[in-house]
């Protein structure tokens, strides 16, 4: 019966994390149809997953947290837009183009990691430094981007 329980409490505290990750879109229509419908901004995150370090250390240090995905689920829609150079981590033609048509637009000098938050009309609202101490550093600065005056 202990066995029981424990193995519950395992699934159930599985299923909470799962529910507390934010979820990461790769299109640019997608995120800006659920911006619109959802009154929400858009949090672009460019990443070289498999090569930059800090992006390892954002992903790790503030994407990863609760505190976080917790803030994202009620405020943010999330774009990624990584370009990672392992052979194994490629992506599809497809979704190269459009990260490539991302970084164009909101990151044309290339910087790694590089958030920037914009509206439904792809209007820039600001770019979130990096890096902060923590999440609620992170936070603070996204606020600062996305509340009302």
Request: overall charge negative; aromatic content about 14%.
């Amino acid at each position: 019966m202990k066995y029981l329980f424990v193995f519950f409490c395992f699934f159930f505290s599985l299923n909470l994390n799962a529910q507390e990750q934010a979820q990461w879109l790769t299109n640019i229509e997608t995120a800006t149809s659920q911006s619109k419908t959802q009154n929400k901004f858009i949090l672009i995150s460019f990443s070289g997953s498999d090569w930059c370090l800090p992006c390892a250390q954002l992903e790790r240090d503030l994407f990863s947290t609760t505190t976080f995905n917790n803030f994202a689920n009620d405020n943010l829609i999330l774009l990624k837009a990584d370009f990672p150079v392992r052979k194994k981590n490629q992506l599809s033609d497809e979704q190269k183009l459009r990260n490539e048509s991302l970084a164009e637009k909101y990151n044309p000098n290339g910087t790694f990691p590089e958030m920037v938050i914009i509206d439904y009309n792809g209007k820039i609202i600001g770019y979130v430094a990096h890096p902060k101490a923590s999440a609620e550093d992170y936070i603070r600065s996204i606020n600062e981007l996305i509340l009302p005056n």
